[in-house]
Each structure stands twice: as structure tokens, then as C-alpha cells.
């Protein structure tokens, strides 16, 4: 098996010699592909194209990342190699699929059909091997699951543990924003995604499993960090915030909390991470609203203190979504069952304790 790490925000795939379609020996058949649209494709020769399916996997990486160097590095293979294989396939088809300008390359017309056909055979590929895995029980399988970046804080847990239950299975763990995970459930580019509350209209399932507490944290010698009696809200409102990107869920929940209540916040400065909050707010660069499961290490170490300010925490929840109507691999539903079990729950535990009662 080849594992590899490719894209900026911490995708994982996996290009695995392994699988049972591998082993059956489909990669050294011939895949035989005819062009159909000849308005946007001329048809130089031959009604047939033959491919192979590394082939269609190495194109499928580079065309993705834009990169010959990354997709490599993707599929633990040289650079030479890669550029070896897609000059061939390039042969094959009798058309230019890359156009180098300056230092980037760029799909052609007929690199962006390729490109649409390869994305629906390896999705087809992974489905059989999901039908295979099937057949061969819970025990084996691989999960490919994306997160969002505040989930990340107890996901490593929860793999942890569902893998101590199912030591034959392996997994691809991405972490990302919220406007990236509902790209890939649009894409079905993942099996399960763990975020906050999807939006409304989109053809998803989405289960509650474990509450989500939005608390306000400042230093510890801040003057509201030990107050006699809840602040209230009118006294935050002069205070100046370290806030999430705009489409964030955090962000999202924040607004209409205060919009609600006819609050409107200073936000002194926007992070694209919890991280950069925590370390904005601990060096004393405004107060912050966060997840509680980000805490565990600041509320130890005393780095941080969340403020018992009035009508908080924000509640919300973490939602296992997949698309609706999709065929889940036997991994994929034995996953599932143990989030939406009460084996999940415990994993909030060590965090909140820093919150009081919630």
C-alpha cells in the first residue's frame, strides 16, 4: 500500500497495490475509452483510446493538484516517472492534456474531459472495493472521513478507539474548513464528515452525536476572568474579540447568537483557526468564542479561562453527515454506529470539566 499526503489542507489518499480489484489484476487490462463530444474533441484517428488504470490514476492526481511534483509525492513515485506515464497517455489519446504557462501548468479542453472521466472511475473503483470489503465482513476495511478543523481536537480519539474495536481496518483522516467538507460530500470525494450542522436543501443525512458548547475565553488576569456573578451581555459588547472567517461554524453560530439578542460584537481581529484565537487571546489581543474541545490543554495548564457570561454556552452539536442515498462500506456504517452510540460521548468528557455544568 501507498500512502501520501498531497494537498494544502491535509488531504490524505490512498493508491493501494492491495486492493482486491489491484490483485484481480484489472490495472494491466485496458480500459478502452471512446471520446463521444468530437465538437470539443477533435478525433485525430482510431474511434478507441486505450488507457490503462495507472495511468488514469496518475492523471487523476496531477490534473487535481495541478502539480507534477505533488502527485508524486501523493503516490510515492518520482516525478519522472509521473511525467513518463502522462506522456504516454497523452500519446495514446493524440491530444495535449497540460499547458505549461510560466511556471504553472493548466488543464487543456481535453485534459478537463480526461479529468471528469477519471474522477468517475476511481469513484467506481472505490465503490467495488467497497463491495468487496463488504463481502469480506466489518473486520477489514479502509475509511476515508474529513473533519473540521475544531473536530480535529477529539477525532484522533475516537479513530483511536473504534480501531482498538476493528484492528483490520485503516483509515484516511482529512482536516478542513467547512466550505472544503461540503465540497466533498457535493463531490462524494469522502465517506463520512464530521462538522457542525449542515446547511438546509442539500441532499445530505445528518445525526446529531455529541454536544458542541461555544464558551468566551480570556487570560486568566483579565478583569472579567473571575467575576462575582455572570457578565452580562451589554459588558462584552465593549470588549474587542478574536473571531473565525466568515462561513465558518463557529462564526455562523456566534451571529445569530447575537443577533439574537440585539448584541453587536468588536471584532478586532479574524483567524482562520482555533489555534491562532487561543494564541491571540492568551497574548491579550481581545477575548475569544470557541469550542470547548479546543480547551483540554489551556484549561489544564491555567493559560486560559472561559468567562461565565451571561446566557453561555452557545449549544450546538457535531453531526456525522454522509450524502443521502449512499451505498456506506461495512467500516463506514460500524463507524457511524459508534459515534451515534453512547461510546462517543465520553470523548467530551476531559474538556468539559474545565466548563462547570452545561
Known amino acids: 500500500m501507498h500512502e501520501g499526503g498531497g494537498s494544502e489542507s491535509g488531504v490524505r489518499t490512498m493508491y493501494n497495490d492491495d486492493s482486491p480489484l489491484i490483485r484481480l489484476g484489472i490495472e494491466n487490462c485496458l480500459c478502452c475509452w471512446r471520446l463521444q463530444d468530437a465538437q470539443s474533441i477533435p478525433d485525430p484517428g482510431p474511434s478507441h483510446v486505450h488507457v490503462t488504470l495507472r495511468q488514469l490514476t496518475l492523471f487523476e492526481s496531477v ?16 516525478q519522472p516517472a509521473v511525467s513518463m506515464q502522462i506522456r504516454q497517455l497523452e500519446e495514446a489519446i493524440g491530444l495535449p492534456l497540460f499547458e505549461k504557462l510560466g511556471k504553472r501548468i493548466h488543464l487543456t479542453e481535453a485534459g478537463q474531459e480526461m479529468f471528469h472521466y477519471s474522477q468517475s472511475v476511481n469513484r467506481q473503483l472505490r465503490e467495488a472495493e467497497e463491495v468487496m470489503a463488504a463481502l469480506k465482513g466489518v473486520q477489514r476495511g479502509h475509511l476515508r472521513i474529513s473533519v473540521a478543523t475544531t473536530a480535529n481536537y477529539f477525532a484522533t480519539r475516537l479513530l483511536a478507539a473504534f480501531a482498538r474495536e476493528y484492528e483490520g481496518t485503516s483509515f484516511a483522516l482529512e482536516v478542513t474548513n467547512r466550505k472544503t467538507l461540503l465540497q466533498r460530500l457535493s463531490d462524494n470525494d469522502t465517506d463520512l464528515v464530521i462538522m457542525g450542522k449542515p446547511p438546509e436543501g442539500l441532499d445530505l443525512l445528518a445525526e446529531a452525536f455529541m454536544e458542541n458548547p461555544l464558551v468566551v475565553i480570556a487570560p486568566p488576569g483579565h478583569p472579567l476572568a473571575d467575576p462575582p456573578e455572570p457578565i452580562p451581555l451589554s459588558r462584552i ?30 471584532a478586532g481581529m479574524e483567524m482562520t483557526s482555533n489555534e491562532a484565537i487561543k494564541q491571540a487571546v492568551e497574548a491579550g489581543l481581545g477575548l475569544g468564542i470557541v469550542s470547548v474541545h479546543t480547551l483540554e490543554l489551556e484549561l489544564e495548564t491555567g493559560r486560559l ?35 451515534l452510540g453512547a461510546q462517543s460521548h465520553s470523548f467530551a468528557r476531559p474538556v468539559a470539566k474545565g466548563l462547570g455544568p452545561v
Not at 238 to 259: K, L, P, W
Not at 317 to 339: D, E, N
Open 305 to 339: 479561562a472561559i468567562l461565565a457570561v451571561e446566557d453561555f454556552p452557545i449549544l450546538r452539536h457535531w453531526y456525522v453527515v454522509h450524502r443521502r442515498g449512499k451505498r456506506l462500506s461495512p467500516v463506514a456504517l460500524a463507524f457511524r454506529g459508534f459515534l
Open 63 to 78: 490534473a487535481r493538484h495541478l502539480s507534477f511534483t505533488r502527485a508524486a509525492q501523493e503516490l510515492h513515485l518520482s
Open 237 to 266: 459588547q465593549d470588549e474587542t474579540f478574536v473571531v473565525r472567517e466568515m462561513d465558518s461554524g463557529t462564526r455562523i453560530a456566534m451571529e445569530r447568537f447575537f443577533t439574537a439578542r440585539g448584541v453587536r460584537l468588536k
